[in-house]
């Protein structure tokens, strides 16, 4: 049965991946980002900057499947140099921007079965010089992500997937020289980074009904760096 996704941040990266493979499957796909970039004349789109402090959400008169919010930022900075409207910009990004999300589109997702998809990383799990930033944003993410489960179940599911460092637009600066890319590589137990398709195939799986029996779960997609050491 084809269904309707809305996915905010589809038009790069993982988004991007996210939105095509659904899209080939024949289901309807509606992208909320700042840009269209090339994305198919098929797929809707809205331009809505969740990186500025107001922005006008699209009102939508059919029902929604499922809903992923993919904005995020990386930066990285010593704790000790990071002002508090750094934190504030971060946490408006990533959690308030899927809070917003989701509590104007949640009129639309009356479906049994409908399923709300986050990100955070693997920085939560595990914890790293200089990332506070994102770390704390991200925390908050998945506290989201269980406290909403218990509360939209049993018609709703919400689910986290949590990536260590992927190779797409959003961090080409961590990636842009073969010395970075190496010491990535080195860090991950599998030996590589991620890539935008594999986390895009996860989410999909996470929005499909064959994760029907699946909530409140952050699935970490990490190549192994949360949960292995190798001695």
Request: charged share 20%.
């Amino acid at each position: 049965m084809n269904k309707h996704y809305l996915i905010a941040g589809g038009s790069s990266g993982i988004g991007r991946a996210l939105v095509l493979k659904l899209a080939e499957a024949g289901h309807h796909v509606t992208v909320l980002s700042r840009n269209r970039n090339d994305l198919p004349e098929e797929i809707a789109h809205f331009t809505v900057d969740f990186e500025s402090e107001q922005y006008e959400l699209p009102v939508l008169n059919s029902s929604i499947n499922g809903l992923v919010y993919m904005p995020g930022s990386i930066q990285l900075k010593p704790f000790k140099s990071i002002k508090s409207e750094e934190y504030l910009k971060d946490f408006r990004l990533n959690v308030l921007g899927a809070i917003n999300c989701i509590r104007h589109f949640l009129p639309n997702m009356n479906s049994e079965g409908a399923s709300i998809v986050l990100m955070s990383s693997v920085v939560v799990e595990t914890g790293m010089p200089y990332h506070s930033l994102v770390g704390a944003s991200k925390g908050a993410v998945e506290g989201l992500c269980r406290s909403l489960a218990a509360e939209l179940a049993p018609r709703i599911r919400v689910n986290v997937i949590a990536p260590s460092l992927t190779d797409t637009p959003l961090a080409e600066k961590f990636l842009n020289s073969e010395e970075k890319r190496q010491a990535s590589i080195e860090r991950h137990p599998l030996k590589r980074v991620g890539n935008a398709h594999e986390i895009a195939d996860m989410a999909a799986f996470l929005l499909s009904d064959s994760s029907a029996f699946m909530t409140a779960q952050i699935v970490r997609m990490d190549g192994g760096m949360s949960g292995v050491r190798k001695i």
